[in-house]
């Protein structure tokens, strides 16, 4: 599966954006997704995920309560809905698919290119 991801910006704290992520292919529903970030000079980290169907995601815990992980099954697309961004959220976000949302939280199986978020303060 490829996957595009799209949506990122500049944003003043406080602030929303909405990050999306196109996936090729007519499996889109047979993966679970989610979304990684990596801020300057630190490693990749998990944000998001949500399983096959949408019936369940889990989250770091930096985002809960903020950031709302979706996906649309017909549309073969992944959301990011962030909220209340902070500067700390700044950072290189990818979107990512693995056959279970265990395995994606640990090794995902594709990646997409990087959307640039950038919160100011």
């Known amino acids: 599966v490829q996957l595009q991801a799209s949506g990122g910006g500049l944003v003043q704290a406080g602030g929303s954006l909405r990050l999306s992520c196109a996936a090729s292919?007519?499996?889109?529903?047979?993966?679970?997704m989610g979304w990684f970030r990596q801020a300057p000079g630190k490693e990749r980290e998990f944000v998001a995920a949500v399983t096959r169907t949408g019936g369940y995601t889990n989250y770091a815990d930096s985002v809960k309560g903020r950031f709302t992980i979706s996906r649309d099954n017909a549309k073969n697309t992944v959301y990011l809905q962030m909220n209340s961004l902070k500067p700390e959220d700044t950072a290189v976000y990818y979107c990512?698919?693995?056959?279970?949302?265990?395995?994606?939280?640990?090794?995902?199986?594709?990646w997409g290119q990087g959307t640039q978020v950038t919160v100011s303060s």
């Open positions: 990512a698919a693995a056959g279970t949302i265990v395995v994606l939280t640990r090794r995902p199986d594709y």
């Open positions: 292919g007519r499996t889109f529903s047979s993966y679970a």
